[in-house]
């Protein structure tokens, strides 16, 4: 069985950073492409970035692009988000997505991030 | 950027087909996947490459495609089908959704 387990939401200062974690199971983690996709409260998803399974393509929204570093510890099984500069507009819930053939086939339950002073 | 549009709102008498429509620029040359997601719950693939269903998706679920739109038929309509659903697609390295429909079953 697969799952996702993300970390490190919380109450975050405008123009603050923090980092997501996530770290999955129950498939070979190396082997596919990890994504990040956000919720703002009541409003529809966003895709925010994906890296590929060995690491070497990242991709991001436009939205995010230069703020947002996705990053990944296959030995860990764990895909990172480090996340700078945010103001209100990244108050979401981030989710952590198992990717494949542009698929988003499996989704942890969320972490939430909130921008406030 | 892309855009694909779906109708904030459908709603369907209980027993009834529900039908979800995700309109976007040729988008019939394109892989779509529909996602469901409850109140409260994280997003669940219900559609995938434009009519594959995931083992523990009931048949009642299909999803077809044209040259401008996508497709999501839910047959037989039951109350626990009352969700948010999406449409998806990959578009020149990015991945887009649609804005959503909640569906409701009367």
């Known amino acids: 069985e697969v799952k996702l387990l993300e970390s490190g939401g919380g109450l975050v200062r405008p123009g603050g950073s923090v980092r997501l974690s996530c770290t999955a199971s129950?498939?070979?983690?190396?082997?596919?492409?990890m994504s990040w996709v956000r919720q703002t409260p009541g409003k529809g998803l966003e895709w925010v970035s994906l890296?590929?399974?060995?690491?070497?393509?990242?991709f991001y929204a436009d939205s995010v692009r230069g703020r947002f570093t996705i990053s990944r510890d296959n030995s860990k099984n764990t895909v990172y988000m480090e996340m700078s500069s945010l103001s209100a507009e990244d108050t979401a819930i981030y989710y952590c997505?198992?990717?494949?053939?542009?698929?988003?086939?499996?989704w942890g339950q969320g972490t939430l991030v909130n921008v406030s002073s | 950027s892309y855009d694909l549009t779906q109708p904030p709102s459908v709603s369907v008498a209980l027993g009834q087909t529900a039908i979800i429509t995700c309109a976007g620029s040729?988008?019939?040359?394109?892989?779509v996947h529909w996602y469901q997601q409850r109140p409260g719950q994280a997003p669940v693939l219900i559609i995938y490459?434009?009519?594959n269903r995931p083992s523990a998706i009931p048949e009642r679920f299909s999803a077809s495609t044209s040259a401008t739109t996508a497709t999501l038929t839910i047959a037989r309509a039951q109350v626990g089908d009352g969700a948010d659903y999406y449409c998806?697609?990959?578009?020149?390295?990015?991945?887009?959704f649609g804005g959503g429909t909640k569906l409701s079953v009367l």
């Open positions: 997505v198992k990717e494949i053939n542009s698929v988003f086939e499996s």
């Open positions: 129950g498939f070979y983690f190396g082997n596919y492409a």
């Open positions: 890296l590929t399974g060995s690491g070497g393509r990242t």
């Open positions: 040729n988008i019939g040359t394109k892989k």
């Open positions: 490459i434009n009519n």
């Open positions: 998806q697609v990959l578009d020149s390295g990015s991945w887009v």
